[in-house]
């Protein structure tokens, strides 16, 4: 079996590239709505960061991926989700 190289540099544009515009928002990840908060790395991997409607932090590989739903569910529904969000939730998604 081959390692695939890659340029780290590139692999975080990238990465930068596809989550930051939802950075804010409200995501699926493993069939929960949580908030995108943030990426971070560390010496081996990359992170989302998640915050639950509770205000926990969630940490998680960027290999486990996340499901925007902002622009990809009705506005209507979005906002609808929203507000229940911003509702019950100290930390406000956009």
Same mark, same amino acid.
């Given at each position: 079996?081959? !390692?695939?190289?890659?340029?780290?540099?590139? /692999?975080?544009? !990238?990465?930068? #590239?596809?989550? @930051?515009?939802?950075?804010?928002?409200?995501?699926?990840?493993? /069939?929960?709505?949580?908030?995108? &908060?943030?990426?971070?790395?560390?010496?081996?991997?990359?992170?989302? !960061?998640?915050? %639950?409607? %509770?205000?926990?932090?969630? @940490?998680? &590989?960027?290999? %486990?991926?996340?499901?925007?739903?902002?622009?990809?569910? &009705?506005?209507?529904?979005?906002?609808?989700?929203?507000?229940?969000?911003?509702?019950? &939730?100290? !930390? #406000?998604?956009?």
């Amino acid at each position: 079996m081959d !390692i695939i190289d890659y340029d780290p540099t590139e /692999f975080e544009e !990238i990465l930068r #590239k596809d989550t @930051e515009p939802y950075i804010g928002t409200l995501v699926l990840h493993n /069939f929960q709505v949580v908030r995108l &908060s943030g990426l971070d790395q560390d010496d081996y991997d990359w992170y989302y !960061i998640f915050h %639950t409607v %509770t205000g926990e932090a969630i @940490e998680i &590989s960027v290999i %486990t991926g996340f499901v925007p739903l902002k622009g990809h569910v &009705s506005e209507e529904d979005y906002k609808r989700l929203l507000f229940s969000w911003n509702l019950n &939730s100290f !930390i #406000k998604a956009d």
